[in-house]
């Protein structure tokens, strides 16, 4: 064993020579075999790294190493920033440091047993790693020595390397793909958990890394904004807030009460949290997404960024045009639109009904009754698309005069209304994938039986058996976030005096869009009292988009997405010219989920090789049908007796609280 260590170190101090190499790694491979065999598992079985571990330092050495600018350990469940009012921070970070592997989050083994998992369970697979970067909370303001807490996760697809093994694992790759799925108030760090594996796998055939971050005042970012003291106060008001004007009496005076609820909301915002909500407009978030490029130690930024991340992602590009790598961004937003009173809510609605229609009803008679419930034959005639929605427009129409009641085993009486079934059909229109769930439920509830609507719509945000104050370390103020973001981006906008232009405004939305009309109108209508708190937010980006920059970005945009129409898409290449090319995915949900190999074999070529197509605009489609996914030549997945809907529908539901 000494002589091991000795080994190791003198052939650290030498330039390696290639036989001494070799030499070393056959004896680590053997005592690591030797362990494995001796415990009849992979615990480390010499001396060495069983002292280790009472001196916090692992198999793998210890963590954060030095001069790590995001202080990256082993993800754990204890991994959250530390407090910005702790004096020791980095102190305190570096005890979060847990040095038993087998707490860690390894990515998926990429090998069945070989030799080397045989020996060691972690060879070949990625690792989670957590950490966070600090950044000024003003950026323009040198003497404001606030910050914001930034946290990050990477899955490293190399893993870690054993302590003086000779593998190549435990670097970093040539480039990172730093994600953000939107929102505003999306988590970086939630979609890195998710989704990681697949986004690297995607675009760059695993070969780099993948790193998400919160942006400021999101989930595990700090400061933490949040102007209810807890989830639970914030949930009391959300069902009256949001009512959909179809089923307001009188929208003017559901208007003046949300208007009111929102005056309260800012209010309290500025009674728990002061100025913050001057620091958080999209150009700060694009600021913050150029330090973390530079903690990467990276010329270039390589990114995936999705729905409002591509607002972040266009406003980065024209920030920092020396600084454009390898930027995806699907699910394309138009970002100047959001400039504008109200622009974040009516230039998103072109397509949500189109994708109900042609989508979910047009696919479902297409892909049949052993595919979709609402295809069922009645009275011996085949269903229509005409038919099938003046049916669930009658089942609407009927919420509208008198909800449907419901019972659930865990929360006892429910309602199926308007509202919450409207916006959950908005939802579902972002993931076909949901629609068997969804064609279910609704051909159910229009025979009478509410039980799966109940199970769908009746669902908390956190879990109301516990206490509010242990569901969450804090309580989730994205809601409050998003709408901050929002509303300091368009503050400089024209606001008309008292309600009238917001009742037209929403008359407008909801009879151009009922799918998509109302949800959107909630998104910027609370923006009328946010210059009363924050006349100015501390930096907005107002210049053009169509900058000259070091590489051109690729825009991907759906033809049936129904937050981000194809045609913002197009607005925004059209001002970028030379400086983008478009994917026109042809496919369902928002941005390219629908998966198309054409889309993805020209973002690899991207990701990977820097290679674009010539034209401005190239035409994919998706490579398979809703209702159909996986299931060509085969009996489908929905007619399958094990399958379970409202397991399809709580996948979405988790998926979609990365958007929000
Ligand atoms: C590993 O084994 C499973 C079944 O045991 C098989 O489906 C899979 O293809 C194998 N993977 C590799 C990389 O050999
Ligand atoms: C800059 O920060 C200092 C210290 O917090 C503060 O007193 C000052 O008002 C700030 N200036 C501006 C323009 O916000
Ligand atoms: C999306 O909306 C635009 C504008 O209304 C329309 O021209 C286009 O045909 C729609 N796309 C689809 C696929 O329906
Ligand atoms: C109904 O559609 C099925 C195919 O889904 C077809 O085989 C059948 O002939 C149709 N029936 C009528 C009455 O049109
Ligand atoms: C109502 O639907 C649920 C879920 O699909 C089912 O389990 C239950 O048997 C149905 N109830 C009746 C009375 O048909
Ligand atoms: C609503 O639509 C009408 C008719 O298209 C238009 O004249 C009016 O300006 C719109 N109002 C708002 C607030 O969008
Ligand atoms: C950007 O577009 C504006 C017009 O909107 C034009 O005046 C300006 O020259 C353009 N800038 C570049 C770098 O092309
Ligand atoms: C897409 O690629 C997969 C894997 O390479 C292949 O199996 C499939 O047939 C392709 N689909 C289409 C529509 O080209
Ligand atoms: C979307 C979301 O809420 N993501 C995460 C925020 O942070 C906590 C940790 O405190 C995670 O558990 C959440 O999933």
Not at 43 to 68: H, M, W
Not at 292 to 315: C, M, N, P
Not at 574 to 597: F, P, Q, T, V, W
């Amino acid at each position: 064993m000494d002589k091991l260590a000795d080994e190791l170190r003198s052939s650290a101090n030498e330039k390696p020579r290639p036989q001494s190499r070799k030499v070393v790694c056959l004896a680590v491979v053997l005592i690591a075999a030797l362990g494995f065999y001796h415990r009849g598992s992979w615990t480390p079985g010499n001396r060495k790294f069983e002292t280790a571990l009472d001196s916090n330092v692992s198999p793998y050495g210890r963590f954060p190493v030095p001069n790590d600018p995001f202080r990256f350990i082993p993800c754990t469940s204890t991994s959250l920033p530390p407090p910005l009012d702790d004096p020791h921070p980095e102190a305190s970070w570096a005890k979060l440091f847990d040095p038993k592997p087998t707490h860690w989050n390894w990515g998926k083994s990429k090998s069945n047993e070989t030799h080397e998992s045989l020996t060691d369970p972690y060879a070949g697979r990625g690792i989670f790693l957590c950490g966070y970067v600090d950044v000024p909370l003003d950026y323009t303001n040198k003497s404001d020595s606030r910050i914001a807490r930034l946290a990050v996760t990477k899955f490293q697809v190399s893993g870690l390397a054993p302590t003086g093994s000779c593998s190549s694992a435990g670097k970093k790759s040539e480039r990172t793909i730093v994600i953000e799925p939107g929102g505003p108030g999306g988590s970086g760090t939630s979609m890195a958990w998710r989704a990681a594996e697949d986004v690297t796998e995607r675009l760059s055939e695993g070969a780099f890394d993948v790193l998400g971050w919160d942006p400021r005042g999101v989930n595990t970012s700090l400061p933490a904004i949040s102007c209810f003291p807890y989830d639970a106060d914030r949930d009391r008001w959300a069902l009256l807030r949001s009512q959909a004007r179809e089923v307001s009496p009188s929208p003017r005076a559901q208007l003046e009460f949300v208007d009111a609820f929102y005056e309260s909301t800012f209010r309290a915002c500025w009674q728990r949290q002061g100025d913050l909500s001057r620091f958080v407009s999209t150009a700060f978030v694009a600021r913050d997404l150029e330090e973390i490029r530079k903690a990467l130690g990276e010329d270039e930024l390589t990114g995936y960024l999705v729905s409002y991340g591509t607002g972040i992602g266009q406003t980065y590009a024209n920030m920092f045009p020396d600084s454009v790598g390898r930027m995806i961004l699907d699910g394309t937003e138009y970002v100047r639109d959001h400039r504008l009173v109200g622009g974040f809510g009516w230039t998103a609605l072109d397509n949500g009904t189109d994708a109900w229609h042609d989508g979910f009803l047009g696919e479902c008679l297409n892909a049949g009754p052993e595919h979709c419930a609402l295809a069922k034959p009645r009275q011996g005639e085949n269903a229509t698309v005409a038919e099938l929605e003046i049916r669930l427009q009658s089942l609407l129409q009927s919420l509208i005069e008198r909800p449907i009641p419901g019972y659930r085993e865990s929360s006892g009486p429910s309602l199926i209304t308007y509202t919450r079934l409207v916006d959950s059909l908005y939802s579902a229109m972002y993931n076909a994938r949901t629609w068997p769930a969804l064609a279910k439920m609704l051909y159910d509830l229009e025979n009478g039986n509410s039980t799966l609507a109940t199970e769908f719509l009746d669902e908390w945000e956190y879990d109301p058996t516990l206490p509010c104050t242990s569901t969450r370390k804090k309580p989730s103020g994205s809601d409050e976030l998003g709408i901050m973001v929002i509303c300091s981006d368009s503050y400089d906008a024209h606001q008309p005096d008292g309600l009238d232009w917001w009742d037209d405004l929403w008359a407008n939305m909801t009879s151009k869009s009922w799918i998509a009309g109302n949800t959107r109108f909630h998104s910027v209508f609370p923006c009328r009292h946010f210059s009363d708190y924050w006349p100015r937010p501390a930096d907005v980006y107002r210049g053009d988009l169509n900058n000259t920059l070091k590489n051109p970005v690729l825009l991907i945009a759906e033809t049936y997405d129904p937050a981000t129409p194809l045609r913002n898409g197009r607005r925004l290449l059209n001002e970028m010219g030379k400086n983008a090319r478009l994917i026109a995915h042809h496919g369902y949900g928002h941005s390219s989920r629908d998966s198309s190999n054409c889309t993805d074999s020209i973002a690899r070529g991207f990701i990977l090789r820097g290679e674009l197509p010539e034209e401005a605009e190239t035409a994919c489609f998706a490579d398979e049908k809703p209702y159909l996914y996986g299931v060509t030549g085969r009996s489908g997945l929905a007619s399958t007796p094990d399958w379970d809907p409202v397991v399809d529908w709580r996948e979405h539901v988790a998926e979609m609280t990365l958007w929000r």
